[in-house]
């Protein structure tokens, strides 16, 4: 029996998340972006305006992508958007101090269009005002559009017209085949690096290295320096390993 070949197009492996969106309008726009670009993988986190999805703003916005808009799950939290990913990109104007790695749109293109095992999500978030630190925290890399200095203002469509467009050429073209020297494990899910990290905050609590009631930077600085690695299953795994022996070992 022939096994199934495993669909590594970046056209299915690429998803759009929008947080806490103020304008139903804009909703419409972002499925008419993503499908012109051949995407159709659309999430709402916690849209600020009821029936987002058949708001009549919505579906005229939308001009001939209501299958995108139709298809668009809402969910309750980030954490709910990025089930199943393993790769998450904040898509930010505004650069933070303990921002993770940051991109050009070309350059993440690049880079998930060039690696079949990676499920990566773009995260866009408010109108006005943009993405918490706390999610942009829990990314992989940060996204900052080059655009004019003096008027640098992409609404949100706009931006994942960008993103969308530099993902459509990149997944044209024929990425490099991986290389097979060496061992290639498989990519944690970002749902285990967020668990790794809670653990490893428990063991340096634990070996008084953190102070839990003046944190500091010390995590936000651990997450940036992580995020740099692209971590794998089993190198979460080690890291937890770790930390329980570290909080089995304090009496």
């Known amino acids: ?115 079949g095992d990676l499920s990566a999500a773009l995260i866009f978030g408010n109108e ?21 200095p003096d008027y640098s203002s992409l609404n949100l469509a706009q931006a994942a017209q960008v993103l969308a467009y530099e993902c459509r050429v990149a997944g044209d073209t024929d990425a490099p085949a991986p290389s097979a020297i060496g061992f290639h494990g498989d990519s944690a899910s970002l749902d285990q690096v967020e668990g790794m990290y809670a653990h490893l905050e428990q063991a340096l609590v634990a070996i008084d290295f953190l102070d839990a009631d003046n944190p500091k930077k010390l995590m936000p600085r651990l997450k940036r320096l992580f995020a740099r690695t692209q971590l794998e299953t089993e190198e979460v795994n080690i890291l937890r390993g770790i930390a329980r022996h570290i909080l089995k070992a304090r009496p």
């Not at 929008?18 to 419409?28: D, K, M, P, Q, W």
């Not at 904040?90 to 293109?109: G, N, Q």
């Not at 706390?134 to 996204?143: R, T």
């Open 1 to 115: 029996m022939n096994t199934p070949e495993i669909n590594t197009s970046v056209f299915k492996r690429l998803r759009f998340v929008l947080v806490e969106t103020s304008r139903a309008g804009n909703i419409g726009a972002v499925a008419r972006a993503i499908k012109t670009m051949g995407f159709s993988d659309l999430v709402l986190v916690n849209p600020r305006f009821p029936d987002a999805l058949q708001d009549p703003e919505a579906v005229a916005f939308a001009s001939g992508a209501q299958d995108v808009l139709q298809g668009a799950r809402i969910v309750g939290s980030i954490g709910e958007a990025l089930e199943g990913c393993n790769f998450a990109a904040a898509v930010s104007a505004r650069l933070r101090e303990f921002s993770p790695p940051v991109l050009t749109p070309r350059a993440f293109a690049g880079h998930v269009a060039g690696q």
């Open 128 to 148: 006005r005002f943009g993405l918490p630190n706390q999610i942009v925290e829990q990314c992989n890399v940060l996204i900052n559009i080059p655009a004019n």
